[in-house]
């Protein structure tokens, strides 16, 4: 006979997961807390063989977006019975017989498009014991504030954890296990039983939700039983191809669901029947705008359509996009198809590499080495190094998993041992190792890591801090991690799918600092797609942000208290102004050195140790980033760097065998290089000389170009280098025009006696511009090589000041 699993619940009086610390100790792998390993014994001891759960899927728990709700963890207990738990709130949202769809950027590559559930409720929403009660010993209601503290695994079960912390200093600990039984009749049920500790004496904590509140009057353990109904097995319903369309979640977010259907005509007419009144073309769009903004009937009969002054044209427009696509097909488009298309082939095609074109190859002075393989393709979000030198890598995928690599053999990269040692999270784009412990960036959360009983794997996810602003928006990515001075540094993006009466969560678009107690504070603000944060020169943070809306080109961030970056969207609306924007230390022109920069990290080897590489998923490959502070601030030069990796360029580390390892990652529909979705490479410096420009320093009246070798003559040809320079208008829409774009022209340039150094002077110069260099291919160093790249951009902010 299989024992009920929650009669092991009788010594669970005295348990209590472990608690945050004041300082870290180590954990990973193993921490030794007799106390709670002798506690955690005694709650699954048991005389009988240990119960099996047939669990529906895996992971069976996980993080993600459900029905629109951030931070939900959902649990397959059972192919008949899944639960949600919202974990924000510290309740559970629901109990159904279903599954999940499992659609959105990780699973399907899809944007507009997050987890659903699907299936038939076991109990109604509104008859769930969810929302927590206080009452104190004179029967009042006690306010208090509800802390969810993540969870921990033991047995194939969960235990979650919750604090209640009282107006008065009350600090009560529940934890709760939830589980899906079925009795020797087939009869099944849904159980949640808790362990309460701290509650003092004369108070009472209940549920309320239910018929009557399930109520826990004492410390010490409580089973709430609910028996659940028999129910048919539900098909999942067909998913709509055009569900992923910006326009649907336009309409979700008004009322036009209420009165029209894409096939069927309801108050209004079918999309379809609009469709194909106005044949499917754009020209038509200001006169339907008008008509959706003002209302009115008519057109289609004499009922009236709502009127939607608040709906922007820009809300409006992905309505009328998706409702086109119901045309009859000779009619998408409304005019006649050109017969003969002229196609223009853009500059950098006929460029040779590194000269205006992206690099092909490998860097010179590094080895490539692959390290994924047939059984491991991961899409890198997170990669660090583990307290026995291993590689910890996290993915950004359906699985959400850490994965620790080592190695027994060093002679064969691909032979590394694989473990799966955590499972289950919400886009986890930052991992970092402090002491013996592992941190990771969720989504919606910075989560703590531990193997409380030393078999490699983690039992504890620990919330260290849940609590920044956050919507359902896809785009509202966290990413990191850095750990400096005892805190974690993150950056937020901000929510893409707004309509334009909605305004951004907080602290989107910063960058935060998170103490170990979970508070936290923003740095800065104005922030896009910041997907990339790391320590540089002197210790400082600097961050990466992408090209969009009020950003004209990507950037290479210096993070400074206070600093205004510029993305718009993000501002208080009762602001008088516009802060000015904090220029970047660099900027990285768009589409001619990235697209979508990643992660900075300092270089160690060669000549370039000290200066910061990055990397890029869109353009691909890495980056390298010379920077130096003129009158107080930094300012710099990007080169091309290195090409020939698998994918885009997600995250970088450096491992003890002194090698860069490099985690790739992609997303069909732009977010990617070549369409490439993984990989995981490391780089190696072999000490090979390669002929480059080592660096770029601004003058009082031009520039010194520093090269890593001597070059070829004494003297150097005018015609040799060309050069241009501009400055960015930041506008609303995507990306920003280049102004005042006009050529630059030397009038003295002097090699210095060593040869490694060219001296500019060129008259013109204006602080605020990006410089644009250009060698000709064919400069040699003095032992003949070519030029590796001879393309770089130097964001001039401020020019030297002349003590001469």
């Known amino acids: 006979m299989q024992q009920d699993p929650f009669n092991r619940l009788d010594d669970m009086t005295n348990f209590a997961p472990s608690r945050p610390l004041p300082v870290i100790q180590p954990s990973y792998p193993l921490r030794m807390h007799l106390p709670v390993l002798f506690m955690l014994a005694l709650l699954f001891s048991c005389s009988e063989p240990k119960p099996s759960y047939e669990r529906a899927m895996d992971p069976w728990a996980f993080r993600s977006v459900l029905d629109k709700q951030p931070r939900m963890l959902t649990l397959a207990l059972h192919p008949d019975c899944f639960a949600a738990y919202n974990l924000e709130k510290g309740e559970l949202y629901k109990v159904w017989k279903g599954g999940v769809r499992l659609e959105g950027t990780v699973y399907t590559n899809k944007k507009n498009i997050q987890p659903t559930s699907w299936g038939i409720p076991y109990i109604e929403d509104t008859s769930l014991p969810r929302r927590w009660q206080l009452l104190g010993p004179d029967g009042s209601e006690a306010s208090f504030r509800l802390q969810q503290r993540g969870y921990s695994f033991k047995k194939d079960q969960i235990l979650l954890h ?99 259907e894409e096939k069927n005509q309801m108050v209004g007419p079918s999309f379809l029947d609009i469709a194909a009144r106005y044949r499917g ?62 196609l223009v082939v853009s500059p950098e095609e006929k460029a040779k590499p590194g000269f205006g074109a992206s690099l092909e190859g490998v860097h010179p002075s590094f080895d490539l080495v692959t390290l994924h393989r047939e059984d491991f393709q991961p899409r890198v979000g997170g990669l660090a190094i583990a307290p026995d030198g291993g590689l910890l890598v996290t993915t950004w995928d359906s699985i959400g998993g850490v994965y620790h690599l080592s190695w027994e053999d060093t002679a064969d990269p691909r032979g590394f041992k694989l473990k799966r040692i955590a499972a289950g999270l919400a886009e986890p784009l930052g991992i970092e190792v402090v002491g013996d412990d592992l941190y990771v960036l969720q989504k919606h959360e910075l989560t703590r890591l531990r193997d409380l009983d030393g078999d490699g794997i983690m039992d504890e996810y620990y919330a260290v801090c849940n609590s920044w602003g956050v919507t359902d928006d896809f785009h509202e990515f966290a990413f990191g991690l850095v750990f400096k001075e005892d805190h974690f540094y993150i950056t937020l993006s901000m929510a893409m799918r707004l309509t334009a009466d909605q305004r951004q969560a907080p602290d989107r678009g910063k960058t935060l600092k998170i103490a170990l107690d979970g508070s936290f504070e923003p740095i800065d603000y104005g922030l896009r797609t910041p997907n990339g944060i790391g320590v540089g020169p002197e210790g400082e943070l600097f961050v990466t942000d992408n090209q969009g809306q009020w950003l004209p080109g990507n950037k290479l961030i210096h993070v400074q208290r206070g600093a205004y970056n510029g993305m718009a969207w993000g501002l208080d609306p009762e602001l008088e102004s516009v802060p000015e924007m904090v220029p970047p230390a660099i900027w990285l022109p768009d589409k001619e050195i990235g697209n ?43 080169f091309r760097f290195s090409q020939g ?69 004494t003297t150097f040809d005018p015609n040799g280098i060309s050069l241009s320079h501009w400055w ?77």
């Open 162 to 260: 919750y604090e209640l912390i009282g107006d008065s200093g009350q600090l009560i600990y529940i934890d709760e296990i939830p589980e899906y039984t079925r009795n020797k009749s087939s009869a099944a049920t849904f159980e949640r039983n808790f362990a309460v500790r701290g509650l003092p004496q004369g108070y009472r904590l209940s549920l309320l939700g239910g018929r009557e509140p399930f109520e826990m009057r004492a410390n010490g353990n409580h089973a709430l039983r609910i028996d659940l109904p028999s129910l048919p097995s539900p098909e999942m319903p067909p998913f709509r191809e055009q569900y992923d369309h910006l326009g649907i979640l336009r309409m979700e977010n008004s009322d036009c669901y209420t009165c029209h």
């Open 281 to 342: 073309s754009k020209q038509n769009y200001p006169y339907l705008i008008k008509k959706i903004q003002e209302g009115g009937a008519g057109v289609w009969g004499d009922t009236p359509m709502n009127a939607h002054p608040l709906l922007s044209e820009a809300d409006i427009r992905p309505m009328l996009d998706y409702i086109m696509t119901f045309a009859p097909k000779e009619q998408e488009s409304g005019t006649a198809v050109p017969k003969q298309v002229s």
């Open 596 to 638: 979508s920069p990643t992660e900075p990290v300092l270089m160690r080897f060669g000549p370039y140790a000290g200066q910061l590489v990055h990397g890029d998923v869109t353009h691909g490959g890495i980056k390298r980033d010379f920077l130096e502070k003129i009158n107080g601030s930094y300012q710099g030069a990007v």
């Open 645 to 713: 990796f698998h994918a885009g360029v997600n995250r970088l580390v450096w491992g003890p065998d002194d090698a860069l390892y490099v985690g790739e990652v992609g997303m069909v529909g732009g977010w990617s290089w070549k369409e490439r979705q993984f990989g995981l490479e490391k780089l190696t410096y072999n000490g090979n000389p390669t002929f480059e420009m080592l660096a770029i320093r601004a003058t009082p009246r031009g520039f010194e170009i520093e090269f890593t070798e001597p070059i070829k003559h």
């Open 728 to 804: 960015y208008l930041p506008t609303e829409s995507y990306g920003g025009p280049k102004m005042d774009l006009a050529p630059l022209t030397p009038t003295r340039i002097e090699v210095s006696p060593d040869r490694k150094r060219v001296y500019l002077e060129v008259p013109g110069l204006r602080s605020g511009r990006v410089v644009h260099f250009l060698f000709d291919p064919s400069l040699e160093s003095e032992s003949g090589r070519p030029l590796w790249s001879g393309e770089a951009w130097y964001t001039l902010n401020s020019i030297p000041n002349d003590n001469i």
